[in-house]
C-alpha cells in the first residue's frame, strides 16, 4: 500500500509540474504575439509631439492597457471544460480586477490586453478573496474629451456643464485648445462646484510636426485634432470624444456603459450620419467610401484606445495591415481631393474598410436638426426621447432653430445647486412651446422626455444618499 502510494504521488507530482509548464509556454506564446508590451505612463506623456498639460482638480486616470507576460493560459487539452478564450476573458474581468500596483483596469478590457503586472499568475490566488473587488471599491472615472478652437470657449463650457450635472461617476475632462483659451477655461473650471466630481487637463492642439500645416487647415481648424488622441492620450484605455456643440440630457454614465458591451473585434462607437437614406449626404454625394448605408457621424465618439493603438487596420492603399498612427497620413494624401467634412470622411473611410471594428448606438445618442428639421426620423427618440443633443450648423447661436437654441440657453443660464425642476425644466418647456411653428418644435416633448427622468432620478439618488 505505501508503495503504491507513493507512486500516485508521485504521479501526481509530475502531472501538476506538466500542467504548470503547459501553462507557462502558452503565456509565452501571448508574449511573443505582435503588439505586445505596453507600458504604463504619466499624465504628461513625454513622447507625445509637443506635449505640455495643465490640470485642474488632478487626478490619475486610466492607464494604457498592455500585454501581460506570463499568464497562466489554460490549454484546451489540459483543461477541456474551458475551451473559449471568452471564458478565460470573463475569468479575469470578473476575478482579476484587483491590482498588484496602482492602476485602474477596465472591466471591458480582453484578459491578454491587461499589464504584465495587474492580472498575471496571481490572479488566480487573489481571485478566491477578491472576487468582490468592483463590488467594494468605487469605480474608475469616464474620460472625456473635447477641442476647442476660435469662439468656442462659451459653448465648450456649457457642454461640460451638461456632463456634471447628471453624470454619477467621477468625470477626467481632456480639453485641447488654443493657447490663448486657457487661461479663460481654467479661471470657468475652477470655479466649478466640483465636489471631488470633476478634474480636468488642458493640452495644447497638437498635430505631428511633419505634416502639421496640413492638418490644421483640413476642414476646420483644429477639427482633426481628435484623430491623434489614441496616440496623445497614451496613459488613456478608454474616452468618450465630443464635439463643442454637445449636450447631455442624461448621465455621461449610460453612453460609457456601451464600451461593456463591445464584442471583442470592436473598437469604437458612433451613431448614423442619417437615418432617413432620401435625405443622406454621404450616399448622394460622397466621392470617397462611407460606412454602412449612410455614413457615420463622429461628433460623438467613443473609443476604446487601447484597442485602437493595437490595431492594424485593412485599407485601399496597401495589402499590408497598418496601425493607427500609420494609416492617418497616408489615407489624407489619397483622399484630400475627395473629402468634404475632414476627419469625419477619413473615419468612414476606415471603417468601410473596417465594419467588424464599429459599434453602432443609435440616433437618440447623436439627435441633430436632421433629425427634425425635415420631418421627424429617428424613432427612438419619439419613444425614450433625446439622450445626447447635438447643434451642428451653429442653431445654438441663430433663430434658425429655436428648438435647439433653447435647450442650450437652458442649461447654459442653469446654476449649479439650483432646483432643476423650477429653474431648468419648467422654464425649458415654456420656452418650447414658442417653437411649435417648426418642425422640430411641433415634437417639442421629445427634447425634454429624457431631461425629465433624468431630473427625476437625479432627487432619486440624491435621497437614497449616492
Known amino acids: 500500500m505505501r508503495r503504491l502510494a507513493r507512486v500516485a504521488l508521485l504521479c501526481l507530482g509530475c502531472g501538476l509540474c506538466s500542467l504548470l509548464y503547459g501553462f507557462s509556454q502558452l503565456g509565452r506564446s501571448l508574449e511573443q504575439e505582435p503588439g505586445g508590451g505596453g507600458q504604463q505612463r504619466q499624465a504628461q506623456d513625454p513622447a507625445a509631439p509637443g506635449a505640455r498639460a495643465a490640470g485642474g482638480s488632478a487626478g490619475r486616470g486610466a492607464m494604457g492597457a498592455g500585454r501581460i507576460r506570463g499568464f497562466p493560459a489554460i490549454s484546451t487539452k489540459e483543461m477541456p471544460h474551458l475551451t473559449h478564450p471568452q471564458h478565460l476573458m470573463r475569468l479575469c474581468e470578473s476575478m482579476c480586477y484587483s491590482r498588484c500596483k496602482d492602476l485602474s483596469v477596465s472591466f471591458w478590457n480582453s484578459y491578454w490586453m491587461l499589464p504584465s503586472d495587474v492580472c498575471g499568475m496571481n490572479c488566480f490566488w487573489e481571485a478566491a478573496f477578491r472576487y468582490n473587488y468592483m463590488k467594494t471599491h468605487p469605480s474608475e472615472k469616464m474620460h472625456l474629451a ?4 476660435g469662439e468656442r470657449l462659451e459653448e465648450t463650457v456649457t457642454m461640460l456643464r451638461s456632463a456634471i450635472i447628471f453624470s454619477i461617476k467621477p468625470l477626467q475632462f481632456h480639453i485641447f485648445a488654443e493657447d490663448q483659451l486657457h487661461k479663460s477655461f481654467k479661471d470657468i473650471l475652477d470655479d466649478f462646484p466640483y465636489e471631488g466630481k470633476v478634474n480636468y487637463t488642458l493640452y495644447p492642439i ?5 505634416s502639421a500645416a496640413e ?3 483640413l476642414f476646420k481648424p483644429c477639427a482633426s485634432q481628435r484623430l ?3 496616440l496623445i492620450l497614451k496613459n ?3 474616452l468618450l470624444y465630443v ?3 454637445i449636450l447631455f440630457l442624461r448621465p455621461v454614465d449610460d453612453i460609457w456603459s456601451f464600451l461593456g458591451k463591445f464584442n471583442s473585434t470592436q473598437i469604437a462607437a458612433m451613431a448614423p450620419e442619417h437615418e432617413e437614406p432620401r435625405i443622406g449626404w ?13 455614413g457615420i457621424n463622429s461628433g460623438v465618439m467613443l473609443m476604446n484606445m487601447t484597442r485602437i493603438r493595437r490595431k492594424y487596420f485593412k485599407n485601399d492603399m496597401t495589402a499590408v495591415r497598418l496601425q493607427w498612427g500609420e494609416i492617418l497620413m497616408p489615407l489624407l494624401k489619397k483622399y484630400k481631393l475627395n473629402i468634404t467634412w475632414g476627419d469625419q470622411d477619413l473615419l468612414n473611410i476606415m471603417f468601410f474598410h473596417n465594419p467588424e471594428s464599429l459599434y453602432v448606438f443609435p440616433c437618440q445618442w447623436n439627435y441633430r436638426p436632421d433629425h427634425c428639421i425635415y420631418g421627424s426620423n429617428c424613432k427612438e427618440a419619439e419613444e425614450e426621447g433625446i439622450f445626447i443633443l447635438h447643434g451642428n450648423r451653429g442653431v445654438y447661436h441663430d433663430d434658425k432653430q429655436p428648438t435647439f437654441r433653447a435647450v442650450y440657453e437652458a442649461i447654459k443660464n442653469y446654476s449649479f445647486g439650483d432646483d432643476m425642476v423650477r429653474s431648468l425644466l419648467q422654464p425649458l418647456e415654456l420656452e418650447l412651446q414658442k417653437t411649435m411653428h417648426t418642425y422640430c418644435g411641433r415634437i417639442y416633448k421629445v427634447f425634454i422626455k429624457q431631461l425629465a427622468k433624468s431630473i427625476r432620478d437625479f432627487y432619486a439618488r440624491r435621497s437614497r444618499g449616492r
Open 236 to 238: 488613456v484605455d478608454s
Open 206 to 210: 497638437t498635430f505631428p510636426t511633419e
Open 282 to 294: 454621404y450616399n448622394r454625394f460622397a466621392r470617397h467610401p462611407y460606412y454602412g448605408v449612410t
Open 215 to 217: 492638418w490644421k487647415k
Open 228 to 230: 491623434f488622441l489614441p
Open 243 to 245: 464635439d463643442t456643440d
Open 146 to 149: 473635447v477641442v476647442a478652437c
